[in-house]
């Protein structure tokens, strides 16, 4: 902290250069404390640029500040905030396995390291269109405005990025449910069907399979996977996302042992459908899947 402030306002190098050891591998012991104080600074960062938000989400309106003009104060607050909240995490659930976190892209192999997993638990991004990067735009604004890296291409690079690529990824195929999907959604009849949504949905299918084969390749024989996913509606199309899933996870070595469904009482798809008229009602679950490699 005192490093970060040490001429009375933000010293953005000092911040760039924190915030650039907490997104890559590098570090050393004295990592845990350096990522929470990285941690508060980003806090901070979206409490300045008040992000408001309308019907989506996913879309925070910000408002644009001076890096330099961060309260040193509203940091400190974070850093005390962090500190307590990870004492409460130690104390309720002192740790009985070793852990590591890494950082990456899930559908990258260099992202897992050398060593292999027992245990696998996930909230892949649902089949919704959320834009999760743009969500944090608050963060990655103000990391742009000070150089800190790491955020670059990071919208393309999302499972199910909204950014759909002019490459034709028609050529890779897909197990037969999502190719069914896939193909129900290019013949809709509403507008962008073709051109747009059934690229989307491709790709999200693709990015899916290719991070279940990764996980496959980082895990010991036995591992298992829970993975959390919810139900999904194109115009008047439910989409199962569970039972692709089943489908994708399998192709990449995985079997599903186990599954719980619950109902979702409200969501964004319901909110769509009273605004485009498509459906009446959008019931939704939320699945939970227990699978294990084999
Ligand atoms: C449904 S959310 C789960 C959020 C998570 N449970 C949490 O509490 O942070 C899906 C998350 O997957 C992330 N994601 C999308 N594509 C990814 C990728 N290729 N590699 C790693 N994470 C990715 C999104 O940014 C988003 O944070």
Redo the contacts with the bound molecule.
């Keep these: 902290m005192a490093k970060l402030f040490r001429h009375g306002s933000l010293d953005t190098e000092s911040a760039a250069e924190l915030l650039d050891r907490a997104t890559t591998l590098r570090g050393g012991p004295d990592r845990g404390p350096r990522d929470l104080v990285a941690s508060a600074l980003l806090k901070a960062a979206r409490m300045r640029a008040r992000p408001t938000f309308g019907t989506n989400y996913t879309w925070p309106r910000t408002h644009r500040f001076s890096p330099r003009l961060l309260p040193r104060k509203t940091v400190a607050v974070q850093v005390r905030w962090g500190i307590r909240h990870a004492k409460w995490i130690a104390e309720t659930w002192p740790p009985h396995a070793k852990r590591l976190f890494r950082l990456?892209?899930?559908?990258q192999s260099r992202s897992y390291g050398e060593r292999k997993f027992d245990l696998v638990l996930t909230?892949?991004?649902?089949l919704s269109r959320l834009d999760?990067?743009r969500a944090s735009f608050p963060e990655i604004e103000f990391m742009g405005a000070i150089g800190a890296a790491g955020c670059e291409g990071l919208r393309e690079?999302?499972?199910?990025s909204l950014l759909v690529s002019h490459e034709d990824s028609s050529r890779d195929d897909l197990p037969s449910k999502s190719e069914f999907l896939v193909k129900r959604i290019r013949r809709h009849r509403s507008k962008g069907s073709q051109s747009y949504y059934s690229k989307f949905v491709r790709n999200y299918l693709l990015?899916i399979r290719k991070?279940a084969t990764k996980l496959a390749s980082a895990c010991n024989p036995r591992a298992e996977a829970w993975v959390v996913i919810q139900d999904s509606w194109y115009k008047d199309l439910q989409i199962r996302t569970d039972v692709l899933l089943e489908e994708l996870f399998g192709e990449a070595g995985w079997s599903v042992r186990r599954k719980w469904s619950f109902k979702v009482p409200s969501s964004l798809s319901e909110l769509a459908a009273t605004t485009h008229g498509w459906r009446d009602k959008s019931p939704l679950e939320e699945h939970v899947l227990r699978f294990e490699r084999t």
């Design positions: 990456g892209d899930s559908s909230s892949p991004p649902y999760y990067v690079r999302q499972i199910g990015g991070t």
